[in-house]
C-alpha cells in the first residue's frame, strides 16, 4: 500500500499543478527530464520518487494541450517513448510545442526526425494551445489517477483461490460467508485448535461427549455432522467422502455436478450446513442445548425457505436441479417491465439529424451512421472499419467518423444521436477518459462546439439504420450518397423510420 501512495507522489510530482512539485522540480529536475534526475544529498521524499518513478512512469500518457510535454522521452503519441521507436544517432531535447503551428502539426519538421508511420500516428492527435497539457492514468478507465487503481496495478496477485471465490455468495448474509472463510483457514476458537495457540483447557465435544472438540470431528466427521451430511447431500443424489479439510467440503459440494456453477445451490447449502453446526455448538457450550440431527436439518430447510421467501434464489441457482424439491422457492424478477413504443424522431424543418453507432465483433470493430434531413431523407450514410479497439472507443470513433465527413460536405447536423449513455456522458461532462480514448472525444468536442451541435442518448431502436449499418460486417470504408446503394435490412430501417413506425422495448416500470 505505501508503494501506491509513492505512486500517488510520483503523480503529483509529474502534474506539477502544485507549489510542492514546482519546489521538487526546481531542486532536482531543473534542466533534465525528471526520469533522469538525480541528487547527491536527496531527501526521503525524493528517494521514494526515485523507488517508484520507473515503475510509474510506463502507465502515464499525456494529451496534449499548449505541448510542453518532452518529444522524445514522454508517452503522448504511442504507448512507449518515441526515442524507443525511432531508431536514430541522437534524439535532442525538443518540446512537442516545438512542432505545433496555427494550421496543425508541423509535418516538414516531424519527417526530419521520425518515420511516416509515425508522421500518420502525430497527425490524427489533437491538441489545444490555449489548455494545459493533461495527464493520463492508462490504468483507470476514466483516466484520473486513485491510489485504488495504482494498488491494484503494483500488487502482487496470487493465483485465484477456487475456494475463496465459492464462499463470496450474495445470496447468503455475510457472517454466513464470513464463517466459511474462518473454517477454511481454521480461524475458529474450538478447544484444538486454542490448545494448539498455547491455551491449555480440557477439552470435550458437544456433540458426543467422547472426543476433543476438533474442527473436521465438529463439521464434518462426527456422529451429528456426519448423518446431518449424509441425509442433506441425499437430496441431491451425492455422498459426501474422503473429505479430510473444510476447503475439501466446499470443493466436493461444487464438484458434485457438472451444470453446478460458483452461485449453485450445491454451493450455497454447504455453507448454511457449517453455520447451523456452528449454531449448535454453541448453544450447547454456552446455553445447555443439545446436538440434535433433526434440529439442525430444520433449521437449515427453514432458512433455505427464507432466502426464497426474500427473493433471494433466481433459476440459475437450480440448473442441472430442477427436480430439487427447494426449486418451488424461485421467485421471479423482481423489477416489472412494460413494452414502450420508441421511434426516431425527425428534426425540425431545415435542420440534419446525424445518428452513429458501432460494434465490435471478435475483437474487429466497426462503426456507422447517417444523416437525415426533416422529411427522415438521407443525406448520406457512412461504414468504417477501425481495427482493434474496445466498445466504447470504437462509439466514439464512428461518432468523430461521422462528424468529420460532413464537415467534408460543408454540413452542419445541428442534432446528433447515439445509443452509448456513456459517451455521451464523457463528451458533455468533459471528462479526461482513459488514452487513447481521451483523444478522440477532445475532437468530437471540438466538432460539436464548432457546428455548433448538441448530442444526445437514444434507446437502440431509435438509432436502427446506424445499428444495422455498424453490423453489415463489410471490408474497408464507405460512403453512401443514395440510399439505393446501401444494404437492403438498412433501407428498411431508413424506410420504417421515415414512416414514424416505432420499435418494441421492454422497460421497467420505475423508468
Not at 529536475?29 to 525524493?46: D, F, I, K, M, Q
Not at 441431491?236 to 464438484?255: D, E, K, P
Not at 426474500?310 to 423482481?334: I, M, Q
Amino acid at each position: 500500500m505505501s508503494r501506491a501512495f509513492a505512486a500517488k507522489l510520483w503523480w503529483r510530482f509529474r502534474s506539477g499543478d502544485s507549489i510542492w512539485a514546482e519546489f521538487m522540480h526546481a531542486k532536482y529536475s531543473s534542466g533534465c527530464h525528471p526520469l533522469e534526475a538525480s541528487s547527491v544529498r536527496p531527501s526521503r521524499t525524493w528517494r521514494r520518487l526515485e523507488a517508484i518513478r520507473v515503475v510509474v512512469e510506463p502507465k502515464i500518457r499525456w494529451c496534449i494541450g499548449e505541448g510542453l510535454v518532452d518529444f522524445w522521452k514522454d508517452r503522448w503519441a504511442l504507448d512507449n517513448p518515441l526515442e524507443e521507436v525511432v531508431v536514430g544517432a541522437g534524439h535532442p531535447h525538443f518540446l512537442v510545442s516545438e512542432f505545433l503551428t496555427r494550421d496543425g502539426w508541423d509535418e516538414a519538421r516531424l519527417a526530419q526526425w521520425v518515420p511516416e508511420s509515425v508522421i500518420g500516428v502525430i497527425r490524427d492527435i489533437p491538441f489545444e494551445v490555449s489548455q494545459k497539457d493533461r495527464l493520463v492514468w492508462a490504468p483507470s478507465s476514466s483516466g484520473l489517477f486513485s491510489v485504488n487503481s495504482a494498488w491494484e496495478f503494483l500488487r502482487q496477485r496470487r493465483c485465484p483461490s477456487l475456494v475463496d471465490s465459492l464462499l463470496g455468495q450474495p445470496a447468503l448474509p455475510a457472517k454466513m460467508v464470513f464463517l466459511a472463510w474462518r473454517l477454511v483457514r481454521k480461524f475458529i476458537p474450538l478447544d484444538v485448535v486454542l490448545k494448539s495457540r498455547g491455551v491449555l483447557l480440557p477439552s470435550r465435544c458437544g456433540c458426543c461427549y467422547g472426543e476433543e472438540e476438533d474442527l473436521l470431528h465438529v463439521f464434518v466427521t462426527g456422529p451429528i455432522a456426519s448423518q446431518v451430511w449424509t441425509r442433506v447431500s441425499r437430496r441431491f443424489g451425492f455422498q459426501m467422502r474422503n473429505c479430510s479439510t473444510m476447503a475439501s467440503v466446499f470443493i466436493a459440494w461444487f464438484l458434485s455436478s457438472d451444470t453446478s456453477s460458483k452461485n449453485h445451490i450445491r454451493v450455497i447449502v454447504p455453507i448454511v450446513v457449517c453455520w447451523f453446526f456452528w449454531r449448535a455448538r454453541n448453544q450447547e457450550r454456552f446455553q445447555g442445548g443439545r446436538w440434535e440431527v433433526n434440529r439442525i436439518i430444520w433449521d437449515v430447510e427453514n432458512f433455505i425457505e427464507q432466502l426464497g421467501r426474500a427473493n433471494k434464489l433466481r433459476g440459475f441457482h437450480f440448473k442441472g436441479d430442477e427436480d430439487c424439491e427447494w426449486r418451488r422457492l424461485v421467485s421471479g424478477p423482481a423489477r416489472r417491465s412494460s413494452p414502450r413504443a420508441i421511434a426516431w424522431e425527425k428534426p425540425p424543418c431545415g435542420v440534419f439529424k446525424l445518428n452513429t453507432d458501432a460494434s465490435v465483433i471478435n475483437g474487429r470493430a466497426m462503426g456507422g451512421g447517417l444523416v437525415r434531413n426533416y422529411q427522415g431523407k438521407l443525406i448520406f450514410a457512412f461504414y468504417k472499419e477501425f481495427g482493434e479497439h474496445g466498445v466504447l472507443e470504437a462509439e466514439c470513433l464512428a461518432l468523430l467518423e461521422g462528424l468529420q465527413l460532413c464537415l467534408q460536405r460543408g454540413l452542419v447536423p445541428s442534432l446528433v444521436e447515439v445509443d452509448s449513455k456513456v459517451l455521451v456522458h464523457l463528451v458533455v461532462s468533459g471528462a479526461v477518459a482513459k488514452w487513447p480514448l481521451c483523444n478522440s472525444l477532445r475532437k468530437v468536442r471540438r466538432f460539436l462546439e464548432g457546428f455548433p451541435a448538441t448530442i444526445s442518448h437514444v434507446f437502440r431502436e431509435a438509432n436502427s439504420p446506424a445499428d444495422r449499418l455498424a453490423a453489415v460486417g463489410l471490408t474497408g470504408s464507405h460512403v453512401f450518397e443514395e440510399g439505393s446503394h446501401l444494404p437492403a435490412i438498412v433501407r428498411s430501417a431508413i424506410v420504417l423510420d421515415s414512416l414514424g413506425v416505432p420499435g418494441v422495448r421492454w422497460l421497467s416500470e420505475d423508468g
